[in-house]
T-cell receptor, first 113, second 112 residues
């Protein structure tokens, strides 16, 4: 079974731009969660989608948004990029949404200059 | 406000010795705790977990201890191997079971 895939793997953007990251979950998994990893802060939960509905949301500003498609693929969008948005963005998929069954992708490294 | 904290950003251990990674949390309502291992350029992979109703869980060389009164958990790796060198994250799950709270990670270096 193919694992969780994320595209692109690396991205460089300029402050003020917007960016869209993509996550393809493991086949059959209906839940996709997004996390931001920065040095010193560890992984911080952004949001979780289950069957195209946002079910949980972390404490991030409205510039961070996401969506999930009918095939469970998910996208995350960050508008008006700030330097502090530079991070590794990880997505994780799960068959049921239970956090104990999450499988992580390799991440997208976003650098904002 | 970080609810899960790993106060040691790095740890260096000799091969064959014990590695002890520590994690503290502030929310007494957490139900489940997990440890993840992360290699560079890869996503975290699940290592071992423990329910809040237990105080110890063992899986091969890995043992997790939970001290609820102290709101502290630790991961013991015995014996440590060079392949264990990675960043280790502890995580806690709230009652909804759908939201992780991660620590900031501890980078373990096991020297041959």
């Amino acid at each position: 079974k193919a694992g969780v895939t994320q595209t692109p793997r690396y991205l460089i953007k300029t402050r003020g731009q917007q960016v869209t990251l993509s996550c393809s979950p493991i086949s059959g998994h209906r839940s996709v969660s997004w996390y931001q990893q920065t040095p010193g802060q560890g992984l911080q939960f952004l949001f979780e989608y289950f069957s195209e509905t946002q079910r949980n949301k972390g404490n991030f500003p409205g510039r961070f948004s996401g969506r999930q498609f009918s095939n469970s693929r998910s996208e995350m969008n960050v508008s008006t990029l700030e330097l502090g948005d530079s991070a590794l963005y990880l997505c994780a998929s799960s068959p049921t949404g239970r956090a104990t069954e999450q499988y992580f992708g390799p991440g997208t490294r976003l650098t904002v200059t | 406000d970080q609810q899960v904290k790993q106060n040691s950003p790095s740890l260096s251990v000799q091969e064959g010795r014990i590695s002890i990674l520590n994690c503290d949390y502030t929310n007494s309502m957490f139900d489940y705790f997990l440890w993840y291992k992360k290699y560079p350029a890869e996503g975290p992979t699940f290592l071992i977990s423990i329910s809040s109703i237990k105080d110890k869980n063992e899986d091969g060389r890995f043992t997790v201890f939970l001290n609820k009164s102290a709101k502290h958990l630790s991961l013991h790796i015995v014996p440590s191997q060079p392949g264990d060198s990675a960043v280790y994250f502890c995580a806690a799950i709230g009652k909804d079971f759908n939201k992780f709270y991660f620590g900031s990670g501890t980078k373990l270096n096991v020297k041959p």
